[in-house]
């Protein structure tokens, strides 16, 4: 199907665009009254992430109520660990919970590679759902959590701000970290592949505690999975989102992806010297969406002004806080696109 809005997808390919792509990491989400109703009616976020006619219709919403040039499929990161064998619990206000974690080389045993066209089937049908609907209005982006990231989750069972479960694992048992490390990575590699194969037009890694590991921990627990995914999947472009590894970007640029998402910590100028030859993606502090309309304009022409027009896409340093007004949301789009134009 023809794109009639490859705007996105031109620009991760490194084309001249007429202007800049522009998407919200967390879009499809509670800033929305839209979503909000569809939650209730699911009644829970998991049961909203696992029904594929419900996931395919949040995803779309932003797309219809924000104009953004891209969808991205409504999902989360962990139901990797789910399909590996290892469930989990949303839990209000808390976060995810897993009531049983991976702390020996037993339990990574008894967890599998996951299948994803069975253990993550629904996903892979939302996907189709919402190609479907969007009949090429704008692009379908899919994604994954980055190893080590899942890591973090599965060795200490909940968020946390310094996940020191998992990286007391990377000093004490590096055997052991890197084998649960791979299996992860090839449970990640199986599922972005079936997510291309059912519609998505490029899938980015997000890598949310990269910013926990130091410059060393990082090449040696998270940068060679990244690597080994990014080698694989050759079906579709790949966006790499590393928050707070900003002492990692020149590594990230030199991994077999499109893209590079940068948050709100690093600089446009500094990261394009770092990462001369591919597309960089961000890096508006969520915040800024709390400021007056007149403060948005102002940050996000400054914000263009620092990365300019080519091999750029305009999107938030991470996701988009859920008490912003959609508004706010609007404002920023429509000056991306009235400026960079």
């Avoid at 209000?92 to 045993?109: A, L, M």
């Avoid at 899919?142 to 310094?162: H, N, Q, V």
């Avoid at 990575?185 to 997000?206: C, E, H, M, N, P």
């Avoid at 940068?262 to 890096?283: C, F, V, Y």
Wanted: include cysteine; hydrophobic fraction near 40%.
């Amino acid at each position: 199907m023809t794109l009639q809005n490859d705007l996105l997808l031109r620009t991760a390919r490194g084309e001249i665009v007429e202007r800049v792509p522009v998407w919200l990491m967390r879009q499809a989400g509670r800033i929305l009254p839209e979503y909000r109703a569809v939650r209730e009616k699911a009644g829970s976020f998991i049961r909203l992430a696992t029904t594929p006619e419900w996931a395919a219709e949040v995803t779309i919403q932003p797309v219809d109520l924000l104009g953004v040039d891209a969808a991205i499929i409504f999902s989360d990161i962990l139901v990797v660990p789910e399909a590996m064998g290892l469930p989990y619990e949303m839990i209000e206000q808390r976060g995810p919970v897993f009531p049983n974690t991976v702390r020996t080389k037993e339990d990574i045993d008894r967890l599998k590679v996951s299948d994803a066209e069975s253990d993550l089937a629904y996903v892979l049908e939302a996907i189709k759902i919402v190609k479907r609907e969007l009949n090429g209005r704008v692009p379908l982006l899919g994604f994954a959590g980055a190893p080590f990231t899942i890591f973090c989750y599965m060795t200490e069972g909940r968020g946390s701000k310094t996940f020191s479960v998992a990286k007391k694992l990377l000093y004490t048992d590096p055997q052991f970290s890197h084998a649960l490390l791979q299996k992860i990575t090839d449970s990640t590699i199986g599922y972005l592949k079936a997510q291309i194969r059912a519609g998505a037009d490029l899938v980015q890694i997000f890598d949310s505690w990269a910013g926990i590991l130091s410059p060393e921990q990082y090449q040696t627990f998270s940068l060679p999975y990244i690597r080994q995914i990014c080698d694989a999947v050759t079906e579709a472009p790949v966006t790499v989102f590393a928050k707070g590894a900003f002492f990692a970007r020149q590594e990230i640029g030199k991994l077999n992806c499109q893209v590079v998402g940068l948050d709100w910590n690093m600089d446009a100028a500094e990261s394009r010297h770092l990462i001369p030859d591919k597309t960089l993606q961000g890096n508006l502090d969520p915040c800024v969406l709390y400021a007056d309309f007149d403060q948005i304009r102002a940050e996000v022409k400054k914000m263009i002004r620092g990365f300019g027009t080519q091999r750029y896409i305009a999107n938030l340093g991470h996701g988009v806080y859920p008490d912003t007004d959609p508004e706010k949301v609007k404002c920023f789009i429509e000056t991306v696109k009235e400026y960079s134009s």
